[in-house]
């Protein structure tokens, strides 16, 4: 642990901004040594405002350097606003204890400069990144030491598609499979991915899988037998078509590798590889970074984890970020138990070698919700802090100073048109108040700008009742994110059209559009194309059967010695 001595309290600097106090527990993380720590936040508790006043009073006291910072979080969006959050703090602070004639340790030159430090602050700033950005440096920085080239291309989520259809429908084997090539393609990316998630080839893969069905194969039946019996069975087929599929991600890697390109799961991994691998790396950026922030821990996968504990894992002075309740990235590895290990994953080390698990910091406060809506959201999440399930303790929110009571309202519907009705109308009601300003365009809200809701939903089959109750109720609508476009009618016959086009085996596209709007087939019709259908292809495969006869007679009569008739 290393005693900081500084200057400014964090009282101090957030007087100098003329922002609210920070609470003793945001104190104690802002002014915690320069050692390895755990803040366990709940949502909206203040945790990026932590984190950069973190870094805003290790900057201004001089106890690091800008350039000597490192914070990674998840998305380009979080780490923009982290980056520019701090830029931003240390300006306005430069300039305002220049006006009060307060010394600042570590920003004494910002000081002094003309412009009030911007320019200096702009060249020496930390470094915020996305944890998949960190990677790639490394692996263009360090990846020859281990037989990559920097050069390598990095493949889109298109190209990803491309090259594993590729190797999918170019397959000589026999998958034993009736999935569509589409589906295939997707098993193959996403086995992929979590094997790089995981550090795990696919021969090593296999043989775990192996080990795994015969073990379940070597167990008796349970009794009664039949039903357990019939999971185990389909348990065990579950696991034999994921064995196909690897052979499949086996040549879908060989591709990459043959054409020199990597995608976002290699470089994760090869990243790995090197701090695991390579002692230089780790030294390398321990001297380069003083400090390093991890934000959303809980999220990270075993490959990150590997990452950044191999090059930081050794005492070094790392706070991560992270809320148990908010993992939401178990389905490529991350699991909420990171949080449970940091302590002993990232240990504080003596002088004399002595180990000991990181400090843990709480954050109890929510900033963002009223009583009634917390209390709401507490009784919520209650079973998750149950003791066979709490594995990192998350202290219950508490409401901020002032808040207000808040509102929660309850509505049961008997059907979901009906619900979706009701949510119409709740919206439109305060969108649009009666009488009131904004009938076209939305109320004013009282920060400025136009009143908008979210309306969430636990499965996308209901994106399109809502969508038309509240289109129906002269509300602007958006569907956010990809799906929503594709659930719109006129892209979902486009899709299909290309679907039935590029691959025959698409009967439900082709459904769709024989029954659209355009061709408007009845029941008997398909029927008789159903029944036409298979007519042709008997024909083709009795053609393709006599074709196969005549290339036999003719290799054959060419294999013949010269003056013996064949056959």
Not at 352 to 378: E, H, I, K, Q
Not at 390 to 401: C, E, I, K
Not at 450 to 466: E, G, I, N, W, Y
Not at 525 to 535: E, F, I, K
Request: charged content about 20%.
């Amino acid at each position: 642990m290393s005693v900081l001595a500084a200057t400014l309290s964090a009282q101090d600097i957030a007087r100098l901004l003329r922002r609210d106090l920070p609470t003793e527990e945001q104190v104690a993380v802002i002014e915690s040594p320069l050692s390895p720590a755990l803040v366990v936040a709940g949502a909206g508790s203040g945790k990026t405002e932590t984190m950069s006043a973190r870094v805003v009073w290790l900057l201004a006291n001089g106890l690091v350097a800008p350039e000597e910072v490192l914070g990674l979080t998840f998305t380009r969006k979080a780490a923009g606003e982290l980056a520019e959050r701090v830029r931003r703090r240390l300006r306005h602070l430069a300039r305002a204890a220049a006006a009060e004639g307060v010394h600042l340790p570590g920003l004494s030159a910002a000081q002094d400069a003309a412009d009030g430090g911007a320019a200096l602050l702009t060249v020496a700033r930390p470094t915020i990144s996305t944890y998949n950005a960190y990677a790639a440096s490394l692996v263009g920085d360090h990846g020859l030491r281990i037989g990559v080239e920097p050069s390598a291309r990095l493949l889109g989520e298109a190209a990803q598609w491309q090259l594993a259809s590729e190797v999918v429908e170019s397959w000589t084997a026999d998958l034993d499979s009736s999935a569509a090539v589409s589906t295939v393609v997707e098993a193959v990316l996403t086995l992929s991915g979590a094997l790089d998630e995981h550090l795990i080839g696919a021969d090593e893969a296999r043989r775990g899988i192996e080990g795994i069905v015969e073990a379940v194969e070597a167990t008796p039946p349970g009794t009664p037998p039949r039903q357990p019996y019939a999971k185990v069975r389909e348990l065990v087929g579950s696991l034999r078509e994921r064995q196909r599929v690897l052979d499949l991600v086996a040549a879908y890697r060989e591709r990459k590798r043959a054409a020199d390109a990597l995608d976002f799961g290699d470089q994760v991994a090869i990243a790995a590889r090197l701090a695991r691998d390579v002692p230089e790396v780790g030294a390398g950026e321990r001297a380069r970074f003083r400090v390093v922030l991890l934000d959303e821990y809980q999220d990270t996968s075993y490959a990150q984890l590997v990452l950044l504990s191999q090059l930081f894992g050794g005492g070094h002075p790392v706070t991560a970020v992270g809320d148990p309740h908010q993992s939401i990235y178990g389905w490529r590895g991350a699991s909420a138990g990171g949080l449970e290990r940091f302590p002993t994953d990232f240990p504080d080390v003596a002088p004399d070698g002595d180990r000991r698990p990181a400090a843990v910091y709480a954050l109890s406060t929510s900033w963002r919700n009223d009583v009634a809506v917390l209390d709401a959201a507490n009784h919520v999440a209650a079973p998750l802090r149950r003791p066979e399930k709490a594995r990192v303790t998350l202290p219950t929110l508490g409401a901020r100073p002032g808040a207000g009571a808040g509102e929660v309202i309850a509505h049961l519907a008997p059907t979901l048109e009906e619900e979706a009705q009701a949510v119409a109308e709740f919206v439109a009601a305060r969108w649009r108040p009666e009488g009131g300003p904004g009938v076209d365009g939305g109320a004013p809200a009282p920060g400025g700008g136009r009143v908008t809701a979210a309306v969430l939903c636990r499965k996308r089959a209901q994106f399109p009742v809502l969508h038309r109750a509240l289109r129906a109720a002269g509300l602007p609508v958006e569907v956010v994110g990809l799906g929503g476009l594709l659930a719109t009618p006129e892209v979902v016959d486009v899709v299909a059209l290309l679907q039935a086009a590029h691959d025959p085996s698409r009967g439900d596209s082709l459904m769709r559009l024989l029954t659209g709007a355009r061709t408007m087939l009845g029941a008997a019709d398909l029927h008789a194309l159903a029944d036409w259908s298979a007519h042709l292809a008997r024909g083709l495969d009795a053609r393709a059967a006599a074709a196969v006869a005549r290339e036999r007679a003719t290799s054959a009569g060419d294999d013949a010695p010269a003056g013996v008739p064949a056959g």
